[in-house]
């Protein structure tokens, strides 16, 4: 597969992403339960630690499978369920050094504070999070045989009145949901 470099071809939705994103998100997280779970009933595991390790392990977990899977198949299980792929422009196969850094600081950025590099794909006009930016990647919608989708209007996408108003509400919501976790830790 061939790709320019402004690619042509239809980028993957937000919804579509969001969805394939709890795919991935579920299995790893039955994955770190289990092993976490395993560990702390060994003994190796302080009760008082416990969240600590698990998130840990949780970030460990999904750098290795989301970047084992993108360098195998250019998708996580949940981007190939979903019909989509990550690609770099003129690179038929992601190098394994963007890979990495865009699994694990890129989407630690993506995801602090209160998800913004996630979201930004909703008003960024190539529909790019932070993490896709940090080394110029895009996620791309596929057909149902695994071929990318000609986008038929080749100039960048114009987020809408409604990408807007959802990436204000979201964000608005992540910032509400932090604050209450905060609250709720000091009254402790």
């Not at 239809?10 to 919804?15: D, I, L, N, T, V």
Request: include cysteine.
């Amino acid at each position: 597969m061939e790709i320019t470099q402004n690619p042509s071809f239809q980028k993957a939705s937000f919804f579509s992403r969001a969805i394939a994103y709890l795919i991935d998100q579920l299995l790893v997280s039955m994955t770190t339960v289990f092993f976490v779970s395993s560990l702390n009933n060994l003994g190796y595991i302080e009760e008082k630690n416990l969240m600590y390790v698990a998130n840990i392990v949780s970030f460990i977990f999904l750098t290795i499978y989301n970047s084992a899977f993108l360098y195998t198949y250019g998708a996580t299980f949940g981007k190939k369920w979903m019909h989509m792929r990550v690609i770099i422009p003129s690179s038929e196969k992601l190098p394994f050094n963007k890979i990495l850094l865009r699994e694990s600081i890129g989407k630690f950025v993506s995801g602090f504070p209160a998800n913004i590099g996630y979201l930004y794909c909703l008003i960024d006009p190539q529909q790019q999070t932070w993490h896709d930016r940090m080394v110029g990647s895009y996620v791309i919608a596929l057909d149902k045989e695994g071929n990318p989708i000609s986008d038929t209007i080749e100039s960048d996408h114009k987020p809408t009145q409604k990408g807007k108003l959802l990436f204000g509400i979201l964000l608005f919501i992540n910032i509400i949901v932090i604050i209450a976790f905060m609250t709720i830790s000091s009254l402790k």
